[in-house]
């Protein structure tokens, strides 16, 4: 089996969809847990089959109760969207903290999101902010930028403009687009100096 994964991927990477497709079919024959997310991507971009949003939802869904945590994320991400199955916060926010046990940073930053919104749980900015800081010291750009704006209203921790302005930093140097427009405005205006 380990043959046919590797073959699997390298079909893949260099866009042989059809024959990643048939080598991943074949492994999700065998229930190999991350054949199913690979199956699940192919649809979802339309490679080498028709793209189709419900069969990507269903095949990333089972790779996700496989404890694949990627395909966790992308589980969490089409329900919060309502990309191929029917929009549901509550179930986003589960898939979001399943795939953040396992260790996927962008999970940490949307559950993070979610909590300081209140879509799916109740608000709760203390949780928001321990998971925007975990995943913004992980370099997270988006968390990084999201830990700014608590730290700038003092949204479940201390006021701190400067921790702001720090946080709101990383971010521009990683290319968050709202981030750099903060900081150029807060530069042209005196502010601060990069």
């Given at each position: 089996m380990q043959r046919t994964i590797k073959e699997a991927y390298d079909a893949l990477i260099t866009k042989k969809y059809d024959q990643a497709f048939t080598l991943y079919s074949q492994l999700v024959e065998e229930k190999e847990p991350t054949s199913f997310y690979y199956l699940g991507f192919l649809h979802f971009r339309g490679f080498g089959v028709p793209q189709d949003s419900k069969k990507a939802f269903s095949y990333y869904?089972?790779?996700?109760?496989r404890e694949v945590p990627v395909a966790q994320f992308e589980v969490a991400l089409m329900l919060e969207n309502g990309e191929g199955c029917e929009q549901n916060f509550?179930?986003?926010?589960f898939w979001y903290e399943e795939a953040a046990k396992r260790g996927n940073i962008d999970a940490f930053n949307n559950l993070a999101a979610m909590f300081k919104e209140g879509r799916?749980?109740?608000q709760d900015y203390k949780k928001a902010y321990v998971l925007f800081k975990k995943a913004a010291i992980e370099g997270n750009a988006s968390a990084q930028f999201n830990l700014g704006a608590l730290y700038d209203m003092g949204l479940?921790?201390?006021?701190d403009k400067e921790k702001a302005i720090e946080w709101c930093r990383k971010?521009?140097?990683q290319g968050h687009q709202?981030?750099?427009e903060i900081m150029m405005r807060m530069q042209n205006d005196g502010q601060?100096?990069?």
């Open positions: 869904l089972e790779a996700a109760t509550s179930e986003a926010a799916g749980v109740e479940g921790c201390e006021e971010a521009s140097f709202k981030a750099k601060v100096v990069f």
